[in-house]
Nanobody
Framework: QVQLVESGGGLVQAGDSLRLSCAAS????????MGWFRQAPGKEREFVAV????????DYADSVKGRFTISRDNAKNMVYLQMNSLKPEDTAVYYC??????????????????WGQGTQVTVSS
């Protein structure tokens, strides 16, 4: 059974930084592609960042490129999202997701079978 638990969200000011963490259960974590998505009130869930199982490939939404960094520690079954220079438009619930089938990175939420419960990030201006 796969379980994902996010943590690290909070209320910050514009320009601040936060690091989100996602703890995953599952013996084959190291073979999963892991992604971060976010959903603001009244909006669709959108892609933020993804990292392949081997850390060889990463991809970012244009809106966060250069400010956010995704990383993983396969030994600890953890995925991280370092968020710098936060903006009010980054305010959303952030979700960790696991792609346990298929290969490579993906920006499509439909390719991810498992999701965490989400963590709220609020950026004030």
């Amino acid at each position: 059974q796969v379980q994902l638990v996010e943590s690290g969200g909070g209320l910050v000011q514009a320009g601040d930084s936060l690091r989100l963490s996602c703890a995953a259960s599952g013996r084959t974590f190291s073979s999963w592609t892991m992604g971060w998505f976010r959903q603001a009130p009244g909006k669709e869930r959108e892609f933020v960042a993804v990292i392949s199982w081997s850390e060889g490939s990463t991809d970012y939404a244009d809106s966060v490129k250069g400010r956010f960094t995704i990383s993983r520690d396969n030994a600890k079954n953890m995925v991280y999202l370092q968020m710098n220079s936060l903006k009010p438009e980054d305010t959303a619930v952030y979700y960790c997701a696991a792609r346990t089938a298929g290969w490579g990175t993906s920006r499509s939420k439909y390719d991810y079978a498992y999701w965490g419960q989400g963590t709220q990030v609020t950026v004030s201006s």
